[in-house]
């Protein structure tokens, strides 16, 4: 079957039509970041607005790139939370008012889920399997019995990791988003200073990394006030390795736990090259097999969110008119049953 997706929960006004849930006929992503970074962060205002001025232009293109008319989709998918109401509600009226039009089923589609699933672009999934998300708004590790079926082992506490990067980037005056920046500068540094590993309670799964944050930041304070200097690349390399030791440790922890052989990676911080190379040494050791996908189906995009909604396809797992934007949906809520 071909969908077409829809995807703008944040900065990212993306659409793509998916084929059979694992071919990419077209993938088109538009990122505002431009325009947020002088406010060094997404301003929901202006995330909407710019939302609304390309919907239907990034919608066209997806269709055309991917060769086929609108008569041609057997469904269209919409991201429906969570994210920014006013940008959710964009795709969410675009997708219902498509559906209708055509005739066709109308998916409602969890972000999360999206991301998952983008590592079923790259490489079928194999059950049961352990995921690990990371993002600029999550922090989570999923076990996965089946196609659709989520249950959550751990998750962070306070902040997430990609917004741990994204204040971390801040405070040492990186633009936004700093995820990709402080990546870049921890290569060219040492792990010269020791900064807290918050491994909470014994065979937690959760995370915490407003501590690692704030250390990372009294630490600049108290340097700046002595007048001594720590290079920037350091401090950036010592924030990555424990981030990196705590998200590896904790992995491979669930995945063993669970006694599963495949792990994948999701969100916009898989895009990290330490993570990735030390998820690629862990994994290598413990035989386990990993998938990570490439860079930009790692951030938000429209074909992640077709590949999830093939899934529900299959289950006739449809929305109604009444699907709505909802910023605190549940993977849960989402299930598949089985
Ligand atoms: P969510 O998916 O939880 O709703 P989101 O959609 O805003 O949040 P993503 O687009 O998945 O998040 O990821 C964006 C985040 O990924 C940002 O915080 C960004 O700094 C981070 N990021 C991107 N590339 C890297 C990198 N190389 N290293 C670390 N972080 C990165
Ligand atoms: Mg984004
Ligand atoms: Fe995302």
Redesign the pocket.
């Known amino acids: 079957e071909i969908i077409l997706a829809i995807e703008t929960?944040?900065?990212?006004t993306a659409a793509a039509v998916i084929e059979g849930g694992r071919v990419i006929r077209s993938n088109v992503v538009a990122s505002q970041v431009e325009s947020h970074k002088r406010f060094g962060g997404v301003v929901p205002e202006i995330a909407s607005r710019h939302h609304v001025d390309q919907i239907t232009v990034i919608i066209e293109e997806a269709v055309e790139q991917a060769g086929i008319r609108l008569e041609d989709l057997d469904a269209v998918a919409v991201t429906e939370g969570?994210?920014l109401i006013g940008a959710l509600l964009v795709g969410v009226n675009a997708a219902k008012a498509l559906a209708f039009t055509l005739d066709i089923p109308l998916i409602g589609v969890h972000?999360?889920a999206g991301?998952l699933y983008a590592n079923h672009l790259v490489e079928p999934l194999t059950f049961p399997l352990v995921a690990l998300v990371v993002?600029?708004?999550?922090t989570e590790l999923i076990h996965m019995e089946a196609d659709g079926r989520y249950e959550v082992m751990g998750e962070t506490r306070d902040d997430?990791?990609?917004?741990a990067?994204?204040k971390v980037?801040r405070t040492l005056g990186l633009p936004y988003?700093?995820?990709?920046h402080?990546?870049r500068l921890a290569h060219e540094g040492e792990e010269t200073l020791t900064l807290p590993r918050s491994w909470l309670e014994a065979g937690s799964f959760d995370f915490s990394f407003s501590g690692l944050k704030s250390a990372v930041i009294n630490t600049l304070h108290n340097a700046r006030q002595r007048d001594e200097k720590i290079p920037v690349e350091n401090l950036a390399a010592s924030f990555q390795a424990s981030v990196i030791d705590v998200l590896v440790d904790k992995t491979i922890r669930a995945v063993k736990e669970k006694q599963v052989n495949h792990l994948i990676v999701a969100?916009?911080?898989a895009?990290?090259?330490g993570?990735r190379a030390a998820l690629k040494d862990a994994c290598g050791r413990e035989g386990i097999q990993l998938t990570i996908p490439p860079l930009h189906l790692?951030?938000?995009n429209a074909a992640m969110i077709g590949a999830a909604a093939h899934v529900q396809y299959q289950q006739s797992m449809f929305s109604d008119d009444r699907l709505n934007g909802n910023p605190g949906l549940t993977l849960q809520s989402k299930q598949v049953q089985s």
């Open positions: 929960s944040c900065d990212e969570p994210g972000h999360i991301h993002s600029g708004g999550h997430a990791v990609g917004e990067y994204d980037a988003p700093g995820g990709p402080i990546d969100g916009g911080v895009a990290n090259k993570l790692c951030t938000d």
